[in-house]
């Protein structure tokens, strides 16, 4: 299975493909896409959108796994990174691919089995788990992985569940 991870921003948005055979994880791309700060949001999300449209393309994923915003004290920044997810789900939906989307703390509890885990946790966490000799960069990318690590966990403990 090969899981395409998206932490969306509108400035910077974060990719992590990754690849599960016979309980391995590995990793198979990630990096981020930067925007111009100053250039309209119009086009930011035209970009966003042309970007990860070349990554499905490349890299065919069987689903697309997306953060969802933390609802913090800054409403605009949440709706911004809101216009991204829908960027991303727009994508997938366009190529064919389901979507998942999960909360920050569902991702910290299925990637370091602790709801509240810092970021640098998280990053070490994604590290091991996939036998790299030090944490992607950058954050982006590396939350970006701990997003489809997180879905793949999901769909494991979906699948285990339904056997019962």
């Known amino acids: 299975m090969r899981i395409l991870g998206i932490d969306p921003g509108t400035v910077t948005m974060g ?3 990754i690849e599960s055979k016979n309980d391995e994880i590995t990793l198979v791309d990630c990096g981020v896409f930067d ?3 100053r250039s309209p949001i119009g ?28 609802v913090a004290k800054n409403v605009r920044s ?23 989307e999960y909360t920050p703390t569902q991702v910290k509890q299925r990637v370091a089995s602790y709801g509240a885990s810092s970021k640098e946790q998280i990053q ?4 091991l788990q996939l036998g790299l000799s030090q944490v992607p960069q950058p954050s982006d990318a590396a939350d970006a ?12 403990l979906d699948n285990l569940l339904a056997k019962q």
Do not use: W
């Open 78 to 100: 949440t709706l911004a990174i809101g216009k991204a997810q829908a960027v991303a789900i727009l994508a997938a939906a366009n190529k064919g691919i389901p979507s998942y």
């Open 124 to 127: 070490e966490m994604v590290r």
């Open 15 to 17: 990719y992590g493909v």
């Open 43 to 70: 086009e930011r999300l035209s970009y966003l959108y042309g970007e990860l449209c070349k990554i499905i393309s490349r890299y065919e994923p069987d689903a697309v796994a997306i953060e969802q915003p933390f």
């Open 35 to 37: 925007c111009p700060v």
């Open 145 to 156: 992985l701990a997003i489809a690590i997180c879905h793949l966990r999901e769909t494991y």
